[in-house]
């Protein structure tokens, strides 16, 4: 109850937390000058949270006179989190500690065999497997996880945690992948969101778009999204739908995802080939075997950065399919930033000068336009956050 003892006590402790991970190493006289809190108070509540394992004393200070102060510090490695990228491709893992700092990571391929009701249970078997195969790595055990954030390339419902629509790879696993599911499979709190959402966060706090009002994460892969943040804060809109762009409408009445996606460059680049009747490249490893033969999305980058016309042709008529969508966001938002990310808008290196040409000519609004700094690690850097952040909140409320 507010104003009892066990409340100001509590209140106390949170106000040391906060400073203490905002600050870094503190001696206990610091505290008490940076939280306003008496000195004895602060001692008291410090020996409260070390008994917690939450904060743990460093050594003396370096003073340059008199006697040393005891320096205390919030202790990270007091629990962790976990960020899961379940992607239409790879699975992503990190492990953190509670500073978001990503100590373990690996990457697997997906895997979906057999009747979807077998596949449903073996992918829940499949990722239980990789936790525990991390954990064993790092030397931990699962009383030490206190929440997995799971990014998913679907729409995730914000009430019920289902999801009504995923990337085409993974249509049937709906249930498999629902907050549910995932939260019955594991042992610890489990936090569930959109990837592209989770990718744009990891950017925010982390990333190339950290400090920036207003921008727009533009991830483009096997699928295609958008995660917009104002403010330091996701927008989700009706049904969590903000950022579906996949569902915008082309001239020719395709969806923007069948225009943009990983398989939309190929279908692109084979009627291009098929129009041309040219080969696009000879096989560096075999100087025979034509690239057209066996085309894929990183093949016909690897051309373009070679400098061969036909891929260069290619790509700059997918860069103004690109840009069509990003005049579309601009006028509606008017963004500082948009970041490209996923797979295909990941390649920064070929489809910036591009599009920048685009929007510097085309644009009435023209906002900065840069490529992910984080990469394939972007949604396991939102989903570690996400972990981290209802992680603290619950140490939080259990000191009230």
Known sequence: MAGTPQYIRNLNENLIMDALIIQGTM??????????????TVSLAVEHLIDRNLVREMGPADNAQGRKATLIRFNETAYYVCGIDIGATRIRVALSDLNGEIIAYRTYPMVVQGAYERAEATMLELLRSHMNELLEENHLNWDQIQCIGFGIPGVVLPESGRINRIVDPLAGLEEAFSLESLSGAFPCEVILENDVNLAALGEYRSGAAAG??????????????AGIMVHGQLLRGLGGLTGEIAEMLVDDGRRLEEVLSADGLMQLAKDYLDQHDELLLEAADSGTDALHRHLTPEKLFEAARSGEVEALDILQQYSQKIASALRQISVVLAPDLIVLGGGVGGNGDVLLPLLRQIISEQFPVQPQLICSKLGEQAVVTGAVQVAVQQTMLNLQQAME
């Open 212 to 225: 920036y009002p207003l921008f727009v994460f533009f991830s483009i892969g096997t699928g295609t999204g």
């Open 27 to 40: 001696s206990r006289a610091e505290i008490s000058r940076q939280t306003g809190l008496s000195k004895p």
